[in-house]
Nanobody, 116 residues
Framework: VQLVESGGGLVQPGGSLRLSCVAS????????MSWYRQAPGKERELVAG????????NYADSVKGRFTISRDNAKNLMYLQMNVLKPEDTAVYYC??????????WGQGTQVTVSS
């Protein structure tokens, strides 16, 4: 089982980034997927989640209207489109897969830094 994030980097305030998470080793469509983030000195927090079929999505209040989560089950991919980035969005972003009775998996994280 593997989850690999990519797409992080340094961006100026107001800019955009798209994160990707590619999954392997499990039946991707059976798992709800989420993005979490952890800033230095803070606890890991949920950013956005999407159900296995993609029909339901949820977002943290801090990113509503700016971030969009999506998935492509045919390609075992999940995305996080991040627009109007703010310095407080700076964190390591993690991909998470979870399914009741099946288990939970984490990626290794990708750094997002928003700074001028």
């Amino acid at each position: 089982v593997q989850l690999v994030e990519s797409g992080g980097g340094l961006v100026q305030p107001g800019g955009s980034l798209r994160l990707s998470c590619v999954a392997s080793g499990f039946t991707f469509s059976r798992y709800d997927m989420s993005w979490y983030r952890q800033a230095p000195g803070k606890e890991r927090e949920l950013v956005a989640g999407i159900t296995g079929g993609g029909g339901l999505r949820n977002y943290a209040d801090s990113v509503k209207g700016r971030f969009t989560i999506s998935r492509d089950n045919a390609k075992n991919l999940m995305y996080l489109q991040m627009n109007v980035l703010k310095p407080e969005d700076t964190a390591v972003y993690y991909c998470n897969a979870r399914a009741t009775m099946l288990g939970e998996y984490w990626g290794q994280g990708t750094q997002v830094t928003v700074s001028s």
